[in-house]
Protein backbone atom coordinates (compact mmCIF):
# COMPACT_ATOMS: atom_id res chain seq x y z
CA UNK A 1 0.00 0.00 0.00
CA UNK A 2 1.40 3.15 -0.97
CA UNK A 3 2.20 5.73 2.24
CA UNK A 4 -0.03 8.14 1.22
CA UNK A 5 -3.47 5.82 1.25
CA UNK A 6 -2.20 5.00 4.60
CA UNK A 7 -2.66 8.69 6.17
CA UNK A 8 -5.79 8.36 4.20
CA UNK A 9 -6.65 5.77 6.76
CA UNK A 10 -5.89 8.25 9.78
CA UNK A 11 -7.51 10.72 8.43
CA UNK A 12 -10.33 8.42 8.15
CA UNK A 13 -9.73 7.29 11.92
CA UNK A 14 -9.04 11.30 12.89
CA UNK A 15 -12.64 12.00 11.52
CA UNK A 16 -13.89 9.13 13.54
CA UNK A 17 -12.46 10.29 16.74
CA UNK A 18 -13.75 14.05 15.92
CA UNK A 19 -16.95 12.15 15.54
CA UNK A 20 -16.93 10.75 18.96
CA UNK A 21 -15.46 13.67 20.59
CA UNK A 22 -18.23 15.99 19.18
CA UNK A 23 -21.38 13.09 19.88
CA UNK A 24 -19.96 13.41 23.19
CA UNK A 25 -19.79 17.03 23.89
CA UNK A 26 -23.20 17.37 22.68
CA UNK A 27 -24.66 14.44 24.72
CA UNK A 28 -22.81 16.04 27.86
CA UNK A 29 -24.36 19.44 27.07
CA UNK A 30 -27.93 18.34 25.90
CA UNK A 31 -28.62 15.20 26.78
CA UNK A 32 -29.13 11.82 25.33
CA UNK A 33 -33.10 11.88 25.16
CA UNK A 34 -32.71 14.61 22.81
CA UNK A 35 -30.33 13.48 20.86
CA UNK A 36 -31.71 10.39 20.26
CA UNK A 37 -34.91 12.19 18.90
CA UNK A 38 -35.56 13.86 16.16
CA UNK A 39 -33.63 17.19 17.06
CA UNK A 40 -36.25 19.40 16.49
CA UNK A 41 -36.14 22.56 18.32
CA UNK A 42 -32.91 21.49 19.63
CA UNK A 43 -31.08 24.63 20.83
CA UNK A 44 -27.52 25.30 19.03
CA UNK A 45 -24.18 23.82 20.99
CA UNK A 46 -22.39 26.17 22.45
CA UNK A 47 -18.51 25.95 23.97
CA UNK A 48 -16.69 23.38 23.45
CA UNK A 49 -18.88 21.04 22.14
CA UNK A 50 -19.97 23.50 19.64
CA UNK A 51 -16.13 23.97 18.59
CA UNK A 52 -16.32 20.12 18.11
CA UNK A 53 -19.10 19.90 16.08
CA UNK A 54 -17.64 22.98 14.08
CA UNK A 55 -13.99 21.03 13.87
CA UNK A 56 -15.66 17.62 12.60
CA UNK A 57 -18.27 19.23 10.21
CA UNK A 58 -15.00 20.77 8.72
CA UNK A 59 -12.93 18.07 8.83
CA UNK A 60 -15.52 16.24 6.80
CA UNK A 61 -15.49 19.21 4.52
CA UNK A 62 -11.53 18.65 4.12
CA UNK A 63 -11.49 15.14 4.28
CA UNK A 64 -13.74 14.97 0.79
CA UNK A 65 -10.69 16.68 -0.96
CA UNK A 66 -8.08 14.45 0.60
CA UNK A 67 -9.92 10.84 -0.48
CA UNK A 68 -10.18 12.61 -4.07
CA UNK A 69 -6.92 13.56 -4.64
CA UNK A 70 -5.05 10.54 -2.90
CA UNK A 71 -6.97 8.00 -4.70
CA UNK A 72 -6.35 9.79 -8.12
CA UNK A 73 -2.93 10.17 -7.38
CA UNK A 74 -2.32 6.50 -6.39
CA UNK A 75 -4.50 5.16 -9.20
CA UNK A 76 -2.73 7.66 -11.94
CA UNK A 77 0.93 6.26 -10.36
CA UNK A 78 1.66 9.73 -9.81
CA UNK A 79 3.25 9.27 -6.00
CA UNK A 80 6.53 11.21 -4.80
CA UNK A 81 8.11 12.81 -2.08
CA UNK A 82 5.61 16.07 -2.95
CA UNK A 83 2.49 13.80 -2.51
CA UNK A 84 4.07 12.03 0.49
CA UNK A 85 4.82 15.46 2.03
CA UNK A 86 1.20 16.55 0.73
CA UNK A 87 -0.50 13.97 2.65
CA UNK A 88 1.56 14.56 5.72
CA UNK A 89 1.05 17.67 6.02
CA UNK A 90 -2.89 17.32 5.57
CA UNK A 91 -2.87 14.35 8.09
CA UNK A 92 -0.59 16.29 10.81
CA UNK A 93 -2.07 19.71 10.35
CA UNK A 94 -5.68 18.72 10.73
CA UNK A 95 -4.96 16.43 14.14
CA UNK A 96 -3.37 20.32 15.12
CA UNK A 97 -6.63 21.86 13.95
CA UNK A 98 -8.83 19.62 15.84
CA UNK A 99 -7.01 20.06 19.59
CA UNK A 100 -6.37 23.81 18.71
CA UNK A 101 -10.19 24.04 18.09
CA UNK A 102 -11.53 22.26 20.78
CA UNK A 103 -8.92 24.85 22.79
CA UNK A 104 -10.40 27.66 21.48
CA UNK A 105 -7.83 29.40 20.10
CA UNK A 106 -8.53 31.54 16.77
CA UNK A 107 -5.76 32.49 14.75
CA UNK A 108 -3.38 29.59 15.31
CA UNK A 109 -6.78 27.36 14.25
CA UNK A 110 -6.69 29.50 11.12
CA UNK A 111 -2.99 29.27 10.50
CA UNK A 112 -2.62 25.17 11.11
CA UNK A 113 -5.87 24.98 8.47
CA UNK A 114 -4.26 26.50 6.28
CA UNK A 115 -0.85 24.26 6.57
CA UNK A 116 -3.41 21.20 6.16
CA UNK A 117 -4.27 23.39 2.80
CA UNK A 118 -0.94 23.54 1.32
CA UNK A 119 -1.27 19.96 1.76
CA UNK A 120 -3.53 19.20 -0.44
CA UNK A 121 -1.99 21.73 -2.95
CA UNK A 122 1.27 19.73 -2.97
CA UNK A 123 -0.86 16.31 -4.05
CA UNK A 124 -3.13 18.63 -6.33
CA UNK A 125 -0.04 20.15 -8.01
CA UNK A 126 1.50 16.59 -9.19
CA UNK A 127 -1.96 16.20 -11.04
CA UNK A 128 -2.06 19.19 -13.50
Known amino acids: MKT ?4 LVWAVAL ?9 SAA ?8 LAGNREGMPPLSG ?24 IV ?16 FVWARLAYAVIYLAGIPWLRTLVWLVSMIGLVLIFCQLV
Open 74 to 89: VLSNKTNSSTLMGAQL
Open 4 to 7: EMLY
Open 15 to 23: TLAQMLVAV
Open 48 to 71: WAGRAERAHYNMLESLVLFAALVL
Open 27 to 34: TLQVGLPR
